[in-house]
Protein backbone atom coordinates (compact mmCIF):
# COMPACT_ATOMS: atom_id res chain seq x y z
CA UNK A 1 0.00 0.00 0.00
CA UNK A 2 0.99 3.30 -0.74
CA UNK A 3 0.16 6.66 0.25
CA UNK A 4 0.73 9.67 -1.43
CA UNK A 5 -0.81 13.45 -0.88
CA UNK A 6 -3.32 15.02 -3.43
CA UNK A 7 -0.95 16.66 -5.43
CA UNK A 8 1.31 14.22 -5.65
CA UNK A 9 -1.48 11.96 -6.96
CA UNK A 10 -2.79 14.40 -9.24
CA UNK A 11 0.25 14.90 -10.64
CA UNK A 12 1.23 11.51 -11.26
CA UNK A 13 -2.48 10.55 -12.28
CA UNK A 14 -1.49 8.01 -15.43
CA UNK A 15 1.33 7.07 -14.13
CA UNK A 16 -0.19 6.25 -10.81
CA UNK A 17 -3.45 4.54 -12.17
CA UNK A 18 -1.04 2.52 -14.86
CA UNK A 19 0.48 1.21 -11.14
CA UNK A 20 -2.87 0.48 -9.20
CA UNK A 21 -3.91 -1.81 -12.46
CA UNK A 22 -0.98 -3.55 -13.38
CA UNK A 23 0.35 -4.43 -9.89
CA UNK A 24 -2.93 -4.38 -8.10
CA UNK A 25 -1.68 -1.34 -6.28
CA UNK A 26 -3.63 0.16 -3.50
CA UNK A 27 -2.90 3.85 -2.93
CA UNK A 28 -3.81 6.18 -0.08
CA UNK A 29 -4.62 9.74 -0.95
CA UNK A 30 -4.43 11.79 2.09
CA UNK A 31 -6.63 15.26 1.30
CA UNK A 32 -5.52 18.84 2.38
CA UNK A 33 -8.87 18.39 4.89
CA UNK A 34 -7.25 15.50 6.69
CA UNK A 35 -9.37 12.81 5.21
CA UNK A 36 -8.19 9.97 3.04
CA UNK A 37 -9.47 8.00 0.19
CA UNK A 38 -8.51 4.76 -1.53
CA UNK A 39 -7.80 4.02 -5.11
CA UNK A 40 -8.06 0.29 -6.28
CA UNK A 41 -8.18 -1.91 -9.30
CA UNK A 42 -11.78 -2.85 -10.05
CA UNK A 43 -11.14 -6.49 -9.76
CA UNK A 44 -9.17 -6.11 -6.25
CA UNK A 45 -12.56 -4.72 -5.11
CA UNK A 46 -14.62 -7.03 -6.36
CA UNK A 47 -12.81 -9.57 -4.81
CA UNK A 48 -13.27 -8.16 -1.48
CA UNK A 49 -16.58 -7.55 -1.94
CA UNK A 50 -17.46 -11.61 -3.34
CA UNK A 51 -15.31 -12.39 0.33
CA UNK A 52 -17.47 -9.89 2.33
CA UNK A 53 -20.13 -11.47 0.67
CA UNK A 54 -18.79 -15.07 0.96
CA UNK A 55 -18.16 -14.52 4.70
CA UNK A 56 -21.01 -12.60 5.71
CA UNK A 57 -23.31 -15.61 7.05
CA UNK A 58 -22.66 -17.99 9.60
CA UNK A 59 -24.17 -20.62 7.01
CA UNK A 60 -22.14 -19.25 4.05
CA UNK A 61 -18.75 -19.55 6.19
CA UNK A 62 -19.38 -23.17 6.83
CA UNK A 63 -20.61 -24.08 3.69
CA UNK A 64 -16.98 -22.11 2.45
CA UNK A 65 -14.93 -24.22 5.39
CA UNK A 66 -16.80 -27.45 4.11
CA UNK A 67 -15.83 -26.76 0.63
CA UNK A 68 -12.21 -25.92 1.49
CA UNK A 69 -12.11 -29.40 3.55
CA UNK A 70 -13.20 -31.51 0.67
CA UNK A 71 -11.05 -29.70 -1.64
CA UNK A 72 -7.90 -30.44 0.58
CA UNK A 73 -8.91 -34.51 0.95
CA UNK A 74 -9.15 -34.18 -2.98
CA UNK A 75 -12.84 -34.53 -3.65
Known amino acids: MKV???????NRLIQNL?????NREIIVVS???GKK???MDMNEYN??????YV???KANRKRLEEA??????GH
Do not use: A, D
Open 4 to 10: VNYKEFR
Open 18 to 22: NEINK
Open 31 to 33: RSN
Open 37 to 39: VVV
Open 47 to 52: SIQETF
Open 55 to 57: TST
Open 68 to 73: ITEMYN
